[in-house]
């Protein structure tokens, strides 16, 4: 059974990851002009293996977005031709996401900034602790994607 100060800790910490994430958006729409959600569609389709583009279900489960999110972040993207959705080949029904030719150079362009962006957002760690700190996140990623809150169940013993 944790204690009062482990779970003080697990709600700061999980309280944190929640500011650091609201921050983090702020941040990438006043500095780069964009969501955190259309800067990682961008990013993903721009992605070696993905020059032909992704299943929209496909694209989902990469980036761990809801489908409603995700098509309206699409439709800004579209809106600015940046993506384009086609008819997949093999289920016409469904559409493949892909990063149009302007929307590359767009991405392309921004390169700089977001490197600047991210050496600015890691500049007080070395490199050691930025491993470090990925190598955690992915722990804890993984974790929460196998964590399910289940409703305890009162058990009696009975002689």
């Known amino acids: 059974m944790a204690s009062e100060d482990d779970k003080s800790v697990e709600n700061?910490?999980?309280?944190?990851?929640?500011?650091?994430?609201?921050?983090?958006?702020?941040?990438?729409?006043?500095?780069?002009?964009?969501?955190?959600?259309?800067?990682?569609?961008?990013?993903?389709?721009?992605?070696?293996?993905?020059?032909?583009?992704?299943?929209?279900?496909?694209?989902?489960?990469?980036?761990?977005?809801?489908?409603?999110?995700?098509?309206?972040?699409?439709?800004?993207?579209?809106?600015?031709?940046?993506?384009?959705?086609?008819?997949?080949?093999?289920?016409?029904?469904?559409?493949?996401?892909?990063?149009?030719s302007q929307g590359r150079a767009f991405w392309e362009s921004l390169q700089p900034r977001i490197h600047e962006f991210y050496r600015d957002g890691l500049g007080s760690f070395s490199f050691d602790e930025t491993v470090s700190l990925l190598h955690y996140l992915n722990k804890l990623q993984h974790d929460l994607e196998n964590t399910a809150l289940h409703a305890k169940e009162e058990t009696t013993d009975t002689p």
């Open 12 to 100: 700061r910490l999980f309280f944190r990851l929640f500011q650091v994430s609201n921050i983090l958006q702020k941040q990438t729409i006043s500095e780069v002009g964009l969501s955190t959600v259309q800067w990682a569609v961008l990013g993903a389709l721009s992605r070696k293996g993905f020059e032909e583009g992704i299943s929209f279900n496909a694209l989902t489960d990469y980036l761990v977005v809801s489908r409603q999110s995700l098509d309206g972040v699409l439709k800004r993207l579209e809106r600015d031709a940046h993506v384009e959705r086609i008819p997949h080949p093999d289920d016409k029904r469904a559409r493949i996401i892909l990063l149009t």
